[in-house]
T-cell receptor, first 119, second 112 residues
Framework: DTAVSQTPKYLVTQMGNDKSIKCEQN?????MYWYKQDSKKFLKIMFS???????INETVPNRFSPKSPDKAHLNLHINSLELGDSAVYFC??????????????????FGPGTRLTVT | GENVEQHPSTLSVQEGDSAVIKCTYS??????FPWYKQELGKRPQLIID?????GEKKDQRIAVTLNKTAKHFSLHITETQPEDSAVYFC???????????FGKGITLSVRP
């Protein structure tokens, strides 16, 4: 069984369009993430949700809007796509419950990635 | 915020030799240090991790060492094989909000 799945695997679209990427995990984790990996392979956190609550929101254009309908799903909607949005987007999940100081981090399980190409 | 740096950016070794990849971090509150391997076109996958209460951890041909005073940690791969060729990412976390800060990655090439 696939632990973390993403759809679609490839997404080719034109500038100005709106698109969504879906992510699902069946590991029972309570925390999910979106990362962007650019052409230089740099992995950068975009957002994180814990039990449907946004807990990390890095400096990301507000054209990007995550949504978590339940703790097993985290979707990413992108409005008005730009050339610079072309990248691989990875979803991930972990069993961390954050919050108070002294919280612990655990292994993050990544999805297969969605390669977004904006033309 | 946390800043993680990896050196070198590329590394080429002969099959059977050892490879060492070093990372430094800036936030002394960081307490979790994982290493991820990403093969070409694949997802990053955890290969080993270490917490700040431990100085060294081994798993078969892979080991990680941590020096909290100097704020650096290293990945050691012994008896390298061609299938070890990949991009390796180090990361650090304070545990707050489970955020991982990744280094920029190093491309390891193992020559047969």
């Amino acid at each position: 069984d696939t632990a973390v799945s993403q759809t679609p695997k490839y997404l080719v679209t034109q500038m100005g369009n709106d698109k969504s990427i879906k992510c699902e995990q069946n590991l029972g984790h309570d925390t999910m993430y979106w990362y962007k990996q650019d052409s230089k392979k740099f992995l950068k956190i975009m957002f994180s949700y814990n039990n449907k609550e946004l807990i990390i929101n890095e400096t990301v254009p507000n054209r990007f809007s995550p949504k978590s309908p339940d703790k097993a799903h985290l979707n990413l909607h992108i409005n008005s796509l730009e050339l610079g949005d072309s990248a691989v987007y990875f979803c991930a999940s972990s069993r961390l419950s954050p919050g108070l100081a002294g919280g612990a981090s655990y292994e993050q399980y990544f999805g297969p990635g969605t390669r977004l190409t904006v033309t | 915020g946390e800043n993680v740096e990896q050196h070198p950016s590329t590394l080429s070794v002969q099959e059977g030799d050892s490879a060492v990849i070093k990372c430094t971090y800036s936030d002394s509150a960081s307490n979790y240090f994982p290493w991820y391997k990403q093969e070409l076109g694949k997802r990053p996958q955890l290969i080993i991790d270490i917490r700040s209460n431990v100085g060294e951890k081994k798993d078969q041909r892979i080991a990680v060492t941590l020096n909290k005073t100097a704020k650096h940690f290293s990945l050691h791969i012994t008896e390298t094989q061609p299938e070890d060729s990949a991009v390796y990412f180090c990361a650090a976390s304070t545990g707050a909000n489970s955020k991982l800060t990744f280094g920029k990655g190093i491309t390891l090439s193992v020559r047969p």
